[in-house]
Nanobody
Framework: QVQLVDSGGGLVQAGGSLRLSCAAS????????MGWYRQAPGKQRELVAA???????NYADSVKGRFTISRDNAKNTVYLQMNSLKPEDTAVYYC????????????????WGQGTLVTVSS
């Protein structure tokens, strides 16, 4: 019913930048918070950044000052601008959204994207 498609990952040298995008589609009535998580090999998935539908943001300490999350509510899309990338940022990045589906079968879904790989070389 609802899908998230994330993209924008790739290989970049340390100090470089990447911009991730995640577009939601389907039976969407409203999207609450949207966010980006990442999972490095052998590690648990962790929150990178989140943004409410009102624009309030939250960041992991490790990315503050380097990453910026934003969203376009008209396009149901969330972005993650990543600057000054470090090798420790290497991970699969997943977008996440809290979605309220359209009537008459309204329900709340937590939806994940398929993940996009970010590799930062030293």
């Amino acid at each position: 019913q609802v899908q998230l498609v994330d993209s924008g990952g790739g290989l970049v040298q340390a100090g470089g930048s990447l911009r991730l995008s995640c577009a939601a589609s389907g039976s969407i009535f409203n999207i609450n918070a949207m966010g980006w998580y990442r999972q490095a090999p052998g590690k648990q998935r962790e929150l990178v950044a989140a943004i409410t539908n009102g624009g309030s943001t939250n960041y992991a300490d490790s990315v503050k000052g380097r990453f910026t999350i934003s969203r376009d509510n008209a396009k149901n899309t969330v972005y993650l601008q990543m600057n000054s990338l470090k090798p420790e940022d290497t991970a699969v990045y997943y977008c996440n959204a809290g979605v309220v589906t359209t009537p008459p079968f309204t329900r709340y879904l937590e939806v994940w994207g398929q993940g996009t790989l970010v590799t930062v070389s030293s």
